[in-house]
């Protein structure tokens, strides 16, 4: 039975890995290494346990500042193409095809976003101008690290004042963001999600 434990606490911590977000990743790895040091206690190892219990600690610590309201977020304007939106749809082409399976870089696109944390690229959001405040949205991506839903609520907060008062995404969504769409405020009508920003 006290193998078992430290079986599950070795599962956890193995799975803990092939999560794709970084938030993900932490809590599985802290569960998992919480049940490891109490199975290494339960054998009198005592080295894998302090090994094991500064994993706890290291990763609360790390989750608690990934889960920070106060971060430094930019919003940045980008002319669709250039250079950073570029380099952020290639760095991330796989993980973007998961998530927006109908996406294609080169759709076209009249307005690009770019949401920096204290400089480093977090996230970016792709569309057309329908006029009169509609932006067809094509792609509304966040990086894994900062994949906890903070971006989307500072970008649309953001996008008021570039004029933008709804938001369409009509393209298929995956499982996974059809949930964040509708935790974000999206209604679902008549095959699309529409955010009303106002």
């Not at 193995?14 to 049940?35: C, E, H, Q, Y």
């Not at 304007?77 to 939106?85: F, R, S």
Request: charged share 20%.
């Amino acid at each position: 039975m006290i193998e078992m434990v430290g079986y599950l606490g070795s599962a956890l911590v193995v799975a803990s890995m092939l999560m794709s977000s970084v938030i993900k990743l932490r809590v599985i790895n802290t569960v998992g290494s919480g049940i490891f040091a109490a199975y290494a206690l339960m054998i009198h190892s005592y080295p894998t346990a302090l090994m094991n219990a500064c994993l706890v600690g290291i990763n609360v610590y790390n989750l608690i500042k990934l889960n920070q309201k106060d971060r430094s977020y930019d919003l940045v304007d980008c002319a669709p193409g250039e250079g950073l939106v570029s380099y952020l749809l290639d760095c991330y082409k796989e993980d973007i095809r998961l998530y927006f399976p109908g996406f294609s870089a080169d759709s076209a696109v009249d307005r690009a976003y770019v949401v920096c944390c204290r400089g480093n690229p977090a996230g970016v959001l792709l569309g057309t101008d329908r006029g009169q405040g509609v932006l067809q949205v094509l792609l509304d991506y966040s990086t894994p690290t900062y994949r906890d839903c903070s971006i989307g609520s500072y970008l649309y907060a953001r996008l008021r004042s570039r004029g933008v008062r709804t938001l369409v995404f009509s393209e298929q969504a995956s499982q996974a963001h059809a949930a964040y769409l509708l935790k974000m405020g999206f209604v679902k009508k008549d095959g699309a999600y529409i955010k009303d920003l106002e």
